[in-house]
């Protein structure tokens, strides 16, 4: 079974200054995927970010980067040069494989999220 | 591109009515999913296809039905309304399953509420 944990109900940042949102992973798969998603009080879902478990670099969109760990178990969003408009709620989601009667699927397991407020 | 489509954006059931949640893509993604929101929690998935004709149960299935007649549309079926089943639908797609195209997109949900 697959489990994500996002241990930071919320955050609080000034603007321009950067914020890491933790985010640890529990699988037994040998190959999964990372991914973090934005969801603003507008509802949207909105992928951010993604890092394969065998992808030997940091994952970086512009000012997203993902802090993969992988012998921790972690994958953090960094985002620097916070923006008010990046208030919302950040999703961390892992890709495992499922295996049931020799079909796979990309399943996504979601975390319980982060509110991150940006202050003025 | 439109992306992923989702309609109605909000309807409000009574208990045993029934109702299907539209989803379309014109991203000729072969994998589309259903997931569920409920308040303050993560996502859900309820069903997913592999490809037109092929659909398989996710983690919350009862209550629920799906068909997958063409690669762009993926509607869900709720043919008894249950207060249970308040919640926000979302619909996703990706182009495959492993490593190089299994970003899903998603639309911009569904808001159902059962009284």
């Known amino acids: 079974a697959q489990k994500i944990t996002q241990t930071q109900p919320g955050m609080f940042v000034q603007e321009k200054e950067a914020v890491t949102l933790d985010c640890t992973y529990d699988t037994s798969d040998q190959s999964y995927g990372l991914f973090w998603y934005k969801q603003p009080s507008s509802g949207e879902m909105i992928f951010l970010i993604y890092q394969g478990s065998y992808d030997e670099q940091n994952a970086t969109e512009g000012r997203y980067s993902l802090n993969f760990q992988k012998a921790r178990k972690s994958a953090n969003l960094v985002i620097s040069a916070s923006q008010l408009g990046d208030s919302a709620m950040y999703f961390c989601?892992?890709?495992?494989?499922?295996?049931?009667?020799?079909?796979?699927?990309?399943?996504?397991?979601f975390g319980q999220g982060t509110i991150l407020t940006v202050h003025p | 591109n439109a992306g992923v489509t989702q309609t109605p954006k909000f309807r409000i059931l009574k208990i045993g009515q029934s109702m299907t949640l539209q989803c379309a893509q014109d991203?000729?993604?072969?994998?589309m999913y259903w997931y569920r929101q409920d308040p303050g929690m993560g996502l859900k998935l309820i069903y997913y296809?592999?490809?037109?004709?092929?659909?398989d149960k996710g983690e919350v299935p009862n209550g629920y039905n799906v068909s997958r007649s063409t690669t762009e549309d993926f509607p869900l079926r709720l043919e008894l309304a249950a207060p249970s089943q308040t919640s926000v639908y979302f619909c996703?797609?990706?182009?495959?399953?492993?490593?190089?195209?299994?970003?899903?997109?998603f639309g911009p949900g569904t808001r159902l509420l059962v009284l």
């Open positions: 296809s592999v490809g037109a004709g092929i659909t």
């Open positions: 996703a797609s990706s182009y495959s399953r492993t490593s190089g195209g299994e970003t899903q997109y």
């Open positions: 991203m000729n993604h072969n994998y």
């Open positions: 989601a892992m890709r495992g494989t499922l295996n049931a009667g020799g079909t796979s699927y990309g399943k996504l397991t």
